[in-house]
């Protein structure tokens, strides 16, 4: 049976975000998830065979285009009028609702008595708008009778007018994530203080810190530790690592028993190797580094490959851009870059190489060589004293 659940709201604020999700996303997303459904909001149709697409949300003037809809489908579907922007109902309740309308129209009211959800034989409705218009969808729901629904959890009616309903909303969301992790056996000693976007994912016995931000596509291992101020985005981290205090991480995978941060910037298509430690104020872009690799502290490295074992000292930076194109480093397994060295890309150091502090490396580096590239010392004696 095809549901097609049509809804009133302004196409602004279907288009507005909680979470990851948009607020008509969500609407699709709690009948899609117990039936093929079709979503009408103001005239944007879309099955569960594609979600909403939020850009495409216009105005619905008059029953032809949900009429359209419904010439379509084989049978008569089921019409879910919903007289509420409701981004926090459950799948569960959505799915009870669709069971209940197979005997006959069924509604959800609110604790005050007011309909905020009917599901009718779409037939009986259309017929009913012919000659009218969409705006004359309230007053008939008045008129049908039928099975009336009671939700237990009033934060399931959160309704959608203004701004201050989207961070309310945002609550009520946020609460039902931290308590399922928390049923799980993550650790969350302040879960006020911690926002993590729907579909993330995160192991039994790793604790997360307050102030921390877990976007859209994360998954966290199991027994990890993820440290205050952290804000990580589509990344994938793996068992016993740990993220200490004041990262940005996007994009990017961490394997086993790492340690990150803290103040680290790991930036799009980073990969850290089990073991391997990135600290602080390490920035990483488009760069792998290999198991038990360091990059201790104060370094930037870009389009760049560091083996197994690699020691990246402080102040070192590949110069990866030339003005028009990035170019490629290539460190070897269990090479030694001493500090404040510029490895002008492209270049490879090879394996168990060591380059010298100080040094400007434009060539490359033969396996098990070292690379000195500064000038000499040079020492006037007794200059300062006839300077002054």
Request: charged share 25%.
């Amino acid at each position: 049976m095809l549901s097609v659940v049509l809804w009133p709201t302004s196409p602004a604020l279907a288009r507005q975000s909680i979470g990851s999700r948009s607020v008509s996303r969500r609407v699709f997303d709690a009948y899609a998830a117990s039936d093929r459904c079709v979503l009408i909001t103001k005239g944007a149709a879309k099955t569960n065979g594609g979600a909403p697409n939020d850009s495409e949300v216009t105005r619905l003037a008059s029953i032809r285009g949900l009429s359209k809809v419904l010439r379509s489908s084989n049978g008569e579907p089921n019409l879910v009028v919903l007289t509420r922007s409701l981004p926090c109902l459950e799948a569960r309740t959505a799915k009870r609702l669709l069971r209940a309308a197979k005997k006959g129209p069924a509604r959800i009211e609110d604790a005050g008595g007011r309909t905020v959800a009917l599901c009718v034989e779409a037939g009986r409705l259309t017929r009913a708008l012919n000659g009218g218009g969409i705006s004359q969808w309230k007053p008939l729901l008045a008129q049908i009778e039928g099975r009336t629904l009671r939700v237990q959890d009033p934060e399931e009616l959160v309704e959608i007018e203004n701004a201050r309903h989207l961070v309310e909303a945002n609550g009520v969301l946020a609460r039902r994530r931290i308590a399922r992790l928390l049923a799980k056996g993550v650790l969350i000693p302040d879960p006020e203080h911690v926002q993590i976007d729907d579909d993330v994912v995160v192991g039994a016995g790793t604790t997360i810190a307050p102030w921390v931000i877990l976007g859209e596509g994360t998954r966290i291992g199991r027994h990890c530790s993820i440290g205050a101020f952290n804000h990580i985005l589509r990344t994938q981290i793996g068992h016993r690592s740990v993220v200490l205090d004041h990262c940005y991480i996007a994009d990017s995978k961490i394997g086993k028993a790492a340690k990150i941060g803290p103040f680290s910037h790991l930036r799009p298509a980073s990969v850290v190797g089990n073991e391997a430690k990135v600290g602080n104020f390490v920035e990483l872009k488009n760069t792998k580094l290999g198991d038990k690799g360091k990059i201790s502290h104060l370094a930037y490295v870009g389009d760049a490959v560091a083996g197994k074992d690699v020691n990246i000292g402080a102040g070192v930076i590949t110069c990866n851009y030339d003005g028009r194109q990035k170019h490629r480093t290539v460190v070897g397994d269990g090479a030694f870059i001493g500090s404040d060295v510029q490895l002008v890309a492209p270049v490879t150091i090879g394996k168990g190489a060591f380059v010298a502090a100080g040094s400007c490396i434009v060539d490359d580096v033969p396996a098990q060589s070292l690379a000195l590239a500064r000038s000499r010392q040079v020492i006037k004696e007794g200059w300062a004293k006839k300077k002054r």
